[in-house]
């Protein structure tokens, strides 16, 4: 299993990501609701370890 480098820089409620490779994808959260660019996915952070994601609809 190699190592992976990954980077997050927070610009307020935009977060952008970065890989060995550049630009990754960027998200955007504001309180305890999220939305990434690359997945599509909502995700909403619950009491405790749990958090509930609503992917985007794969049929379309």
Not at 3 to 21: A, D, H, M
Not at 29 to 47: E, F, Q
Request: glycine share 8%; hydrophobic share 35%.
């Amino acid at each position: 299993m190699g190592l992976v480098f990954r980077s997050r820089k927070k610009f307020g409620p935009l977060i952008l990501n970065f890989t060995e490779n550049g630009f990754s994808s960027w998200s955007f959260k504001i309180g305890r609701w999220s939305w990434n660019s690359r997945t599509r996915a909502h995700r909403v952070d619950l009491p405790g370890p749990l958090s509930w994601k609503q992917d985007k609809d794969r049929s379309r």
